[in-house]
């Protein structure tokens, strides 16, 4: 085991990596921009380093300070969370070089399942279903204008190093696929640096179903069922549930199943997301691989008894897996709500008011809050603008919705606008509560403000 990690990110992500380190006995280092001087991490860690300025590209993704640290503090392991350099294969090999165990996948397989042509080409070999497109990058407008009319219109473009929703572009008609084509290879380049695109044929009412899966270094993997992510908003997830109603048990084996045998066959390892399109006749479609903790990881947790931030760590320290797949029992319904200091009002607009003049968390049975704001903290300007997840675990869907509603009501968080009272709606809407719940859901039935 890990004699002491540094926790490269912040935020709520960094307290929950570091609650698990504590659990398991290991020392911590927690990194912090200036903005978060003082955060709950820096207060809780063995050891804290400042890295630099608020801007996150001379804070958290500035690779020399983090290493910096590492060495500065005789960290033999580095935990990235998500987001900023989690998902980066040059950033694990750099730590590797360093002798610094990247609690995640090896380079080689952040690569193969990152680069998403790659990832569909596995996934494939595998027996994977794939939504119908190439798999191979689409690189001139005269190929992307053939492969449109055999696909047939609408098409969705997605940059190949895509991720987290971003990189998608819908291309409905034919004359705009010229004008399309070239923002979303230019949006890729900038966000990726890597502008390659790929297309699928655009399926454009489904149900985002993703597979949580862990796998060792010696060829066993196992999944812990699947969340229902389709409460989005511009792709982007709000709210998930486990486990999704929309199966029956052979169903669910069938794409669980199919998830571990694909990510076993890219050579996956450590803990990860299969994610897959659901379609409205039933059938599945692979989407994407994420080779690193999600957001809404704690869904999964509820639902089957596994603490997946220490599973994490120790299959990175060597270590096999400590459960079979018989091991794994589902039992009752969790939600999760992303509380974001957003004002749902004003189309979402971040609020930048920042300070908090009181947090009060929700208590009680099958409840949990992950967060890392208390009552006077400024939310810094510069970063994700989550503040907190809630986490409501009950015996079954009804009562779990029932238990989140309360928990909302509960839940004071002064100063700022957030979310929490769009969320209140969701969980009202009878559509919702019926459990007929699509991507567009938003789109479609909260469109207008709450009032």
């Known amino acids: 085991m890990f004699n002491k990690v540094l926790i490269a990110n912040r935020g709520e992500i960094a307290v929950r990596i570091w609650r698990a380190c504590q659990e398991l006995g290991i020392k911590t280092v927690a990194v912090y921009s200036k903005a978060d001087a003082g955060s709950r991490v820096t207060q809780l860690a063995d050891e804290a380093i400042c890295i630099g300025p608020p801007p996150a590209g001379r804070s958290y993704l500035n690779v020399p300070a983090l290493i910096g640290a590492a060495q500065m503090t005789g960290a033999d392991a580095l935990h990235p969370g998500y987001g900023f350099l989690s998902e980066e294969p ?52 005269d190929d992307a204008d053939d492969i449109a009319k055999q696909l047939g219109y609408p098409i969705i473009l997605k940059a190949v190093a895509g991720g987290g929703g971003r990189g998608i572009s819908v291309v409905e008609k034919r004359e705009d696929l010229a004008r399309i084509y070239a923002s979303t290879r230019a949006t890729a380049q900038q966000l990726f640096k890597d502008g390659r695109v790929y297309m699928e044929k655009f399926i454009p009412l489904f149900r985002h179903t993703e597979v949580q899966i862990l796998c060792d270094n010696y060829g066993r993997g196992i999944h812990l069922g699947e969340r229902d992510c389709s409460v989005q908003r511009r792709r982007q997830k709000l709210i998930e549930e486990a486990p999704s109603i929309h199966f029956t048990e052979a169903q669910r084996q069938k794409m669980c199943d199919t998830a571990v045998a694909g990510a076993l066959a890219a050579g996956y390892t450590s803990a990860g997301t299969v994610e897959f399109i659901l379609a409205p006749d039933g059938n599945f479609y692979f989407m994407e691989i994420n080779a690193r903790i999600q957001v809404e990881h704690p869904v999964s947790e509820a639902i089957t008894g596994v603490d997946l931030i220490k599973e994490q760590i120790k299959l990175a320290a060597g270590e096999p897996l400590q459960y079979t797949q018989k091991d794994i029992q589902l039992r009752g319904h969790a939600f999760e709500c992303r509380i974001n200091a957003e004002d749902p009002d004003r189309d979402f607009e971040p609020d930048k008011r920042g300070k908090i003049d009181s947090f009060i968390s929700p208590g009680g049975p099958g409840t949990r809050v992950d967060s890392y704001v208390h009552s006077g903290w400024t939310v810094p300007p510069f970063y994700d603008s989550l503040v907190a997840k809630i986490i409501v675990w009950a015996e079954d869907r009804p009562s779990a919705i029932d238990r989140m509603l309360r928990a909302l009501k509960e ?37 207008t403000p709450s009032g």
Do not use: W, Y
């Not at 609690?103 to 595998?126: E, H, Q």
């Not at 839940?411 to 969320?423: E, K, N, R, V």
């Open 90 to 141: 040059d950033f694990a090999e750099i730590c590797a070089e360093n002798q610094i165990t990247f609690i995640g996948p090896s380079p080689d397989v952040m690569s193969r399942v990152g680069d998403k042509t790659l990832a569909k080409k596995a996934m494939k070999a595998s027996g994977v279903p794939l939504v119908p497109g190439t798999e191979d990058t689409v690189d001139s407008l």
């Open 411 to 447: 839940t004071t968080l002064d100063g700022i606008h957030t979310t929490i009272p769009f969320h209140r709606r969701v969980f009202n809407h009878p559509v919702f509560r019926e459990g007929d719940v699509f991507t567009d859901f938003v789109a479609r039935h909260l469109t």
